[in-house]
């Protein structure tokens, strides 16, 4: 019930609709609210841009609280080519390791495979980010290569760390996971 009075609210505050529109040329979008036991992911925004997909931003928030914890982004989406990327952020290292990103990560790729139907999800982390590199390892990415020196930060550049989940990968371990 709150997580549904959250997004009414959310909707009319913002949008007034459950409509996202598109920045470059104002189209609409319909994209989805997902929920799972503790969090609720709520859409921020959807937009094209040029030449490198379309990006879909979503807040994460704590439903006890009703309090955003963090983003989730589902980039450089390629409908055409059914592969897309994805952000997760969770600023306050007091919500790490709680569990959040792991739900946010699961509901999201859900929608990505199940309703999408994408076949394939990356991920690009600087190496200074270690434990990024590890959440996302726990959580099945696979490591496609590594890009040197892809990424510059406080005057030093850092090695880029590709990950991946394919869509059979996922549909194995959702197998695994019913019993």
Request: with cysteine; glycine share 6%; hydrophobic share 40%.
């Amino acid at each position: 019930m709150l997580s549904s009075i959250c997004f009414l609210l959310y909707q009319e505050y913002f949008f007034g609709d459950d409509r996202m529109t598109d920045t470059s040329d104002n189209r609409s979008f319909d994209i989805k609210y997902l929920e799972s036991e503790r969090i609720v992911l709520l859409p921020l925004s959807q937009h094209i841009v040029m030449d490198d997909g379309i990006d879909t931003w979503y807040a994460i928030v704590d439903k006890e609280n009703s309090v955003p914890i963090g983003m989730v982004g589902i980039v450089h989406q390629h409908p055409e080519w059914r592969n897309t990327g994805l952000w997760i952020t969770i600023p306050d290292g007091h919500n790490r390791g709680e569990g959040y990103g792991l739900e946010a990560l699961e509901l999201v790729e859900e929608y990505i495979f199940d309703s999408l139907a994408y076949q394939r999800i990356a991920v690009r982390i600087a190496d200074c980010n270690q434990a990024a590199v590890a959440f996302f390892k726990k959580a099945g990415y696979k490591l496609e290569g590594v890009q040197e020196l892809g990424y510059f930060h406080d005057d030093q550049y850092y090695d880029v760390i590709l990950l991946r989940l394919l869509r059979k990968e996922y549909q194995n371990r959702q197998t695994v996971k019913t019993p």
